[in-house]
């Protein structure tokens, strides 16, 4: 049969039906030489090998499945919980738990009337709030009660609504991560939801500031989640138990860059600095181990300006998405070469710069507002 084969021609259309593919696809075969056209025809009366036709079916048959297009993602919307939004926790609680909490939902509704800034949440941008794909909670307590849940003592479903604090005393908060919790479909909100909150800490810095963040697993898959941000083992407390310290270099990319943006706005308060102590091996220190002193990282930026990096950063744009902007002259910035910190910065905006990306951008689904929004040139 493969003999007959090698000399059996068939016109285009025949060796298409046998492959099951249209005019282009068969053609573009005979163009990278899989399969071989029947010499000294004329183009429109070609004919083409029936045995290289057979070979590429059995190929494809025996090939691996074609790669499904990535679909699309749902436009999200991004917004404190509110009261009202606890139909919509219990129903995503109900796909990803299969069950719902209402106990602790009652209680979650207590918390939030006393404090409207506890957990961050993201919507179906077409379902007008009533399908949630994605929410984070942390709820802000005094230290002492936070490791008294950590250690069993207590449930975190008697924590009371006046246990809650509210954001209105300066100096720094003690943060209890209690859930978070997503869509199987969408693992990417997590983090999206983290920069949003992160942003909402840079906006009232220095006056506020988290200190440290407390979470427990109760699962292999939230062991796992906490280890994203290199949360530090509290065995001391319980075997579950997970502290991330903001005095600390922080070594997932969000903490991080939270930490970067907190420096760039103002000096660290000393809770936040640093405690490094000096490791003398086979010495003993003389004096008694001081506090090291803060460093402030200079910075040759003249005031007004901004790097284009860091405030696309802040307000929550790509940097990709912000550099097409410059290129194409739709945003103006300063060109030079300044020092901030450890790193160089080649371009900055000024007030002009700054009104302008938040003309441009302010609409953007992933924009962040910060407390000098909209930038408005005085």
């Not at 606890?86 to 129903?91: G, K």
Request: proline fraction near 7%; aromatic fraction near 10%; glycine fraction near 4%.
């Amino acid at each position: 049969m493969n003999k007959r084969n090698q000399d059996i021609y068939v016109k285009w259309d025949e060796g298409a039906s046998i492959l099951d593919l249209k005019r282009n696809t068969f053609f573009y075969l005979v163009q990278s030489e899989q399969v071989r056209a029947e010499p000294n025809r004329k183009p429109r009366d070609g004919r083409y090998n029936l045995q290289d036709i057979m070979r590429v079916k059995e190929k494809r048959e025996q090939g691996k499945p074609r790669k499904q297009y990535k679909r699309r993602l749902a436009p999200v919307i991004f917004d404190w919980l509110s009261p009202s939004d606890i139909p919509a926790i219990l129903r995503l609680d109900q796909v990803v738990y299969d069950q719902m909490f209402l106990a602790e939902a009652a209680v979650y509704e207590q918390w939030s009337s006393k404090n409207p800034y506890l957990a961050m949440a993201a919507f179906d941008a077409k379902s007008d709030r009533q399908e949630m794909l994605a929410y984070v909670a942390a709820l802000p307590l005094d230290e002492s009660l936070i490791l008294s849940i950590m250690r069993g003592e207590r449930e975190e479903i008697s924590i009371t609504p006046d246990e809650i604090e509210t954001y209105e005393r300066p100096g720094g908060y003690t943060l209890l991560g209690n859930s978070a919790v997503n869509h199987p479909e969408r693992p990417d909100l997590l983090y999206k939801i983290l920069y949003r909150m992160t942003a909402f800490w840079i906006e009232r810095y220095p006056e506020q500031y988290i200190t440290r963040i407390y979470a427990q697993s109760v699962s292999e898959r939230g062991d796992r989640m906490i280890q994203h941000f290199f949360m530090a083992p509290r065995y001391d407390l319980a075997p579950n138990a997970y502290m991330l310290d903001l005095a600390r270099p922080g070594a997932s990319k969000v903490i991080h860059w939270f930490q970067s943006q907190l420096l760039q706005k103002a000096p660290l308060p000393t809770e936040l600095q640093r405690p490094y102590i000096p490791n003398y091996v086979g010495k003993k220190p003389q004096e008694p181990l001081q506090p090291q002193k803060q460093l402030v990282e200079k910075s040759t930026l003249p005031e007004g300006l901004v790097g284009w990096r860091a405030f696309a950063r802040l307000h929550g744009i790509t940097e990709s998405t912000v550099q097409k902007s410059i290129v194409s002259g739709r945003l103006p910035i300063i060109e030079n070469g300044w020092i901030v910190g450890r790193a160089k910065v080649r371009g900055a905006l000024d007030e002009n710069g700054k009104a302008r990306f938040y003309e441009l951008y302010h609409e953007n689904k992933n924009f962040i507002s910060c407390s000098q929004c909209p930038h408005l040139q005085t």
